[in-house]
């Protein structure tokens, strides 16, 4: 991994929630929403996972902020047998278990490699905004332990931030990550999100002052952070064309 996992249980136990404010910021939400409505019309579309409880693993899972949403929403479209969300950081796990101590869903530390998971089949399997913490070749190897979990006809969702331009080859970026991707999948649909560094930078440096109310408000709803990306996407483009949010929908 690119990041330390003893500072990743360092900075969730010193956290709240988590480092990126999932429980109050705005563009994360705003994210968020857009990923659960890809997640719940693709599911939607096959057939084969409507018609029986499903099995669903959820890889890097953190705090669970977008877990529980997710499963929230994929209650109105289909069944639920297990939901396993599972993380390398055990400090992540327990703060989900503090959280949300009502949840059905099944938290778990895991190893990197996912070996834990040995000989269990899933029907769904959702992993958000982890893949540039590895290099390519974990990446490689991520998605073939991927490819071995899923069950004959599942579905596999991922997320990432990604590039079309960085000559860093274990930088994440678009074509090679499709390349990658085919070796296991079928690709159904790429669908892509612009958020803004400038409303992200801005949005972090007022966590210090978010406790004041009109702050605070501005801040958790997700109406004005959309509406800056929004903005902010329309003159970007053109002179940053080449960083998204990437949604893979695999098969």
Not at 58 to 77: D, F, M, N, P
Request: proline share 4%; with cysteine; glycine share 4%.
């Amino acid at each position: 991994m690119r990041r330390s996992l003893d500072q990743i249980n360092s900075n969730y136990q010193k956290s709240k929630v988590d480092q990126w404010g999932s429980d109050w910021r705005g563009s994360l939400a705003f994210w968020h929403t857009f990923c659960i409505d890809i997640i719940t019309k693709e599911i939607g579309k096959q057939s084969n996972l409507l018609n029986k409880p499903l099995s669903i693993l959820e890889i890097g899972c953190g705090s669970g902020v977008l877990t529980e949403k997710v499963v929230s929403a994929l209650k109105r479209v289909c069944k639920i047998d297990h939901y396993l969300a599972v993380d390398v950081s055990l400090a992540a796990i327990n703060k989900a278990k503090e959280i949300f101590p009502n949840t059905t869903v099944d938290y778990q530390a895991v190893s990197e490699d996912l070996h834990d998971l040995n000989g269990q089949k899933f029907d769904l399997i959702l992993g958000f905004q982890f893949l540039f913490y590895l290099s390519r070749e974990e990446r490689q190897n991520l998605f073939e332990r991927i490819y071995n979990l899923k069950s004959e006809d599942g579905m596999v969702i991922l997320s990432s931030n990604i590039r079309f331009d960085s000559e860093d080859p274990d930088y994440i970026n678009a074509p090679s990550t499709d390349i990658d991707l085919k070796k296991y999948f079928t690709i159904l649909k790429e669908a892509d999100i612009f958020t803004a560094p400038y409303v992200e930078y801005w949005e972090g440096k007022m966590l210090k002052i978010k406790k004041l109310p009109f702050i605070s408000y501005i801040l958790s709803k997700e109406y004005f952070p959309k509406k800056a990306h929004q903005y902010y996407s329309k003159r970007a483009m053109p002179t940053i064309p080449n960083k998204r949010t990437r949604v893979y929908i695999l098969q």
